[in-house]
């Protein structure tokens, strides 16, 4: 019996997936927590302590993600996050012709697949106005969770500034002028469509899929679908798909 472990090590969380007996399972950190419980220095670097980990049983691991540069994987398979979330998709979809819109929380990625196959891809690594991390920071000052702002569409606010610093401020701007939490809400799950659509829509494709954890923001989803004038469809485990496509190397 063969057991196969994938993982992505984002900026925000470390995923796992393990393959064993044709079934695929889960685990998730915080990636401070998973950096100060199961990280060790070594002669080589930063290893991981796979047996704290629970990855002492797999028989090949393959890793990807923001982390994958900084640890010293020994007998391990790197990839780059393009690969693992485009195999991801294509596992998970069971399509030919796709894009697929990954943000995670630190960066923000659109692949363009033909035939199978991965023709290009954009990204967008420079500001994180339109990552994970900025929906995370406008929550704190708006004081809601990522479960509320994600219900949140009803007469979005216009969000202006392009930087995620200047973002920020702007919403509290918005605050001071009277707008309600729901409408800023709104401007910032608007904003954030507003920044990934250019990404899109150089591809043209009639099949649109959405991965990362900002993908279960269903009024984002919302927006982006409206841009885009076609229905955006949120992969399963979204937020796994890096390490779900780690697993097909």
Same mark, same amino acid.
């Given at each position: 019996?063969?057991?196969?472990?994938?993982?992505?090590?984002?900026?925000?969380?470390?995923?796992?997936?393990?393959?064993?007996?044709?079934?695929?399972?889960?685990?998730?950190?915080?990636?401070?927590?998973?950096?100060?419980?199961?990280?060790?220095?070594?002669?080589?670097?930063?290893?991981?302590? %796979?047996?704290?980990?629970g990855?002492?049983?797999?028989?090949?691991i393959?890793?990807?993600?923001?982390?994958?540069? %900084?640890?010293?994987?020994?007998?391990?398979?790197?990839i780059?996050?393009? =690969?693992?979330?485009? =195999?991801?998709?294509?596992?998970?979809?069971?399509?030919?012709?796709?894009?697929?819109?990954?943000?995670?929380?630190?960066?923000?990625?659109?692949?363009?697949?033909?035939?199978?196959?991965?023709?290009?891809?954009?990204m967008?690594?420079?500001?994180?106005?339109?990552?994970?991390?900025?929906?995370?920071?406008?929550?704190?000052?708006?004081?809601?969770?990522?479960?509320?702002?994600?219900?949140?569409?009803?007469?979005?606010?216009?969000?202006?500034?392009?930087?995620?610093?200047?973002?920020?401020?702007?919403i509290?701007?918005?605050?001071?002028?009277?707008?309600?939490?729901?409408?800023?809400?709104?401007?910032?799950?608007?904003?954030?469509?507003?920044?990934?659509?250019?990404?899109?829509?150089?591809?043209?494709?009639?099949?649109?899929?959405?991965?990362?954890?900002?993908?279960?923001?269903?009024?984002?989803?919302?927006?982006?679908?409206?841009m885009?004038?076609?229905?955006?469809?949120?992969?399963?485990?979204?937020?796994?798909?890096?390490?779900?496509?780690? %697993?097909?190397?």
């Open positions: 019996m063969t057991v196969k472990a994938g993982i992505d090590l984002g900026s925000r969380y470390v995923k796992l997936a393990f393959l064993k007996n044709g079934e695929i399972t889960y685990r998730r950190w915080d990636t401070a927590e998973f950096y100060r419980s199961f990280v060790r220095r070594g002669a080589e670097g930063l290893v991981i302590d %796979l047996d704290a980990a990855l002492e049983h797999a028989d090949s393959t890793a990807t993600g923001y982390g994958r540069n %900084l640890l010293n994987f020994a007998n391990a398979n790197v780059s996050e393009i =690969k693992a979330h485009f =195999k991801g998709a294509l596992e998970a979809t069971k399509e030919r012709d796709f894009v697929l819109v990954d943000v995670g929380g630190q960066d923000s990625k659109v692949i363009c697949v033909q035939n199978g196959y991965i023709e290009d891809f954009v967008n690594d420079k500001c994180a106005a339109s990552t994970g991390r900025f929906l995370e920071n406008a929550c704190s000052i708006l004081r809601i969770t990522l479960d509320e702002l994600a219900e949140m569409i009803e007469n979005p606010v216009k969000l202006s500034s392009t930087c995620a610093i200047f973002s920020e401020s702007e509290i701007g918005k605050i001071a002028e009277g707008y309600t939490t729901e409408e800023i809400g709104a401007g910032v799950n608007e904003s954030i469509a507003r920044r990934l659509y250019p990404l899109m829509k150089k591809f043209r494709t009639e099949k649109i899929f959405a991965a990362g954890g900002v993908a279960a923001n269903s009024a984002l989803i919302h927006f982006l679908s409206e885009a004038g076609r229905r955006i469809e949120v992969l399963p485990d979204c937020q796994y798909n890096g390490c779900r496509g780690c %697993l097909g190397y």
